[in-house]
């Protein structure tokens, strides 16, 4: 190469990505070869964790070459305090007093039950400490809050059930662990998100409808644009090198679910459109294989829709009995009351982790033990979980966890079920079609085992590896930092909300989940969503497809503001702020 060729590289590649061509506004895939897929960077710094079960390797995804994401490597400390607004911004002192502060130390101008917490391993009870002092609240005999063993207890970290050992093991082959940075810095995360760009009547989008979807990194946005740019094919069954690609895409996706969840093999976990689709897969398949007529199947006061109906069509086919777990008064449930409904006849259980509606963190390892001492099959609905805590279905015990990717920071259309590969073999296949046989003939057809036999023709691909690329997101942070992060929003948005005259918190469980819901006196749910709509906040006002636990409470539709952790103090106080606005017009 002459020298005049070396200074042109030198110049070219120095300019903003490089002097090669690739995706247009994707900055990881410029550098890319085209064709090649991206490989991971292992250049992010570990930090030994004590807290969590060793995590695996991100992705073969580069994320560490996108402008946005390459923010997360080097992130200071978590230290709340940093997060508080600039000093020339509006805000009222008291609020400003009752933000956590660095070792839980009350801040300098005032004082309160927040601020007495310790945040920097903030502990379930703060948020308990601040109903019960606010609201009184008192716990019915068999609730969740009078079994308590006295323990310290996160809801974001991941527990066994009593007497159970916690499962460490991971699946075979895992690839080596990538520790998150030891904090995060929520103004960096927020730029990875393009649509916390956006302006709603001329504001700044707030988002807090995260419990109906969740937003989208750009990670995830430049892995799905990057797979249809160099990857789309049709998997499996092919010699082509597009074929090739897009399986190893796909299935890598598979993996990536996997080790998240901590199922003990990639063929447990089946893609579907979402968390309805997965139950009704199980419905219609175990269901019906199962349950019979007078047999039972149980669910709690919390379910969301998805996760009462399709058990109703096949109790009203076969025969079989619906029965429901009761709450008590502050949205738990009652494990006594659970205890007397569990018999021979009990077929399945099917129980939510976090409800979406009043956000309460359901003891579903408790419900697990006690549904499989009568020989019982347990379902848990992860819909709303599992962006917010640790899940580990071998701890758990599940016989099968569902869940859907747009809760999660990722594409919608694309769920998982994850199911224990000895039961999904014994089941029948759902919906018929190709890539999901060995053999057709017109006599007889001969099925795949799980988890392709439940993947009946060509699946959502690019959105399963959209699904992988924000686990891979999600993993880079660490989901014990976003929970803990969510707990001290939610801690501080349930101090500010409760002050407010003439509004009713609707669920005050001890162990809650990012979720508040709230009516408010003079004023209709909707009323109050676009009063915050005027502002650029975006709450979800109606019944959250939970109508039965609504109703335990005496309401129809609640206002419903649900966290993530892109989320910060100062669109909790807009929130506030609005809300107060409101209540002081309605008293006047």
Known sequence: ??????????????????????????????????????????????????????????????????????????????????????????????????????????????????????????????????????????????????????????????????????????????????????????????????????????????????????????????????????????????????????????????????????????????????????????????????????DEIIVSNLEHHANIVPWQLLAQSVGAKLRVIPVDDSGQIRLDEYARLLNPRTKLVSITQVSNALGTITPVAEVIAMAHAVGARVLVDGAQSVSHMRVNVRALDADFFVFSGHKIFGPTGI????????????????????????????????????????????????DAVGLGAALDYVERIGIEQIGRYEHDLLVYATQGLQSIPGLRLIGTADHKASVISFVLKGYSTSEVGTALNKEGVAVRSGHHCAQPILRRFGVETTVRPSLAFYNTYEEIDLLVDTVKRLASKAGS
């Open 415 to 462: 769920g998982v079920l994850y199911g224990k590969q000895e039961l999904l073999n014994s089941l029948p296949p759902w919906q018929g079609g190709g890539n999901m046989i060995e053999d057709v003939t017109f006599e007889k057809t001969v099925f795949h085992p799980a988890p392709a036999r439940f993947e009946a023709g060509t699946g959502n691909i690019a």
């Open 1 to 294: 190469m002459s020298a005049l060729e070396q200074l042109a590289n030198q110049f070219f590649a120095s300019l903003p990505g490089g002097a090669s061509q690739g995706v247009p506004n994707a900055s990881l895939v410029q550098s890319l070869d085209r064709g090649r897929v991206p490989s991971t960077s292992t250049s992010v710094p570990s930090t030994a964790n004590v807290l969590t079960q060793e995590r695996p390797k991100a992705s073969p995804f580069d994320t560490s070459r996108l402008n946005s994401d390459a923010l997360i490597v080097d992130l200071p400390e978590y230290d709340p305090s940093v997060l508080l607004a600039s000093p020339n911004s509006p805000e009222s002192g008291l609020r400003q007093a009752q933000r956590p502060s660095p070792g839980g130390h009350p801040a300098p101008t005032g004082s309160s039950a927040l601020t007495q917490q310790p945040h920097s391993v903030p502990v379930n009870d703060s948020l308990a400490a601040v109903l019960q002092s606010i609201l009184g609240e008192s716990r019915a005999p068999g609730s969740v809050a009078s079994a308590n063993t006295g323990q310290n207890a996160y809801y974001f970290l991941d527990h066994p059930p009593p007497g159970q050992a916690q499962h460490t093991q991971q699946p075979q082959q895992a690839t080596p662990v990538l520790q998150p940075a030891s904090g995060f810095d929520v103004h960096a995360i927020r730029r990875d998100f393009p649509i916390l760009a956006e302006r709603v009547n001329g504001k700044p989008l707030v988002w807090f409808d995260n419990a109906a979807t969740t937003h989208k990194p750009q990670s995830v946005i430049d892995r799905v644009s990057y797979f249809y740019a160099h990857e789309n094919s049709n998997i499996h069954r092919a010699a082509h090198e597009l074929a090739a690609r897009a399986t190893d895409a796909y299935e890598g996706a598979r993996n990536k679910v996997t080790r998240f969840i901590g199922a003990a093999s990639a063929d447990e976990i089946v893609f579907v459109r979402g968390t309805t689709e997965a139950i009704n897969l199980v419905a219609n398949t175990f269901g019906r294989q199962h349950i019979g007529a007078g």
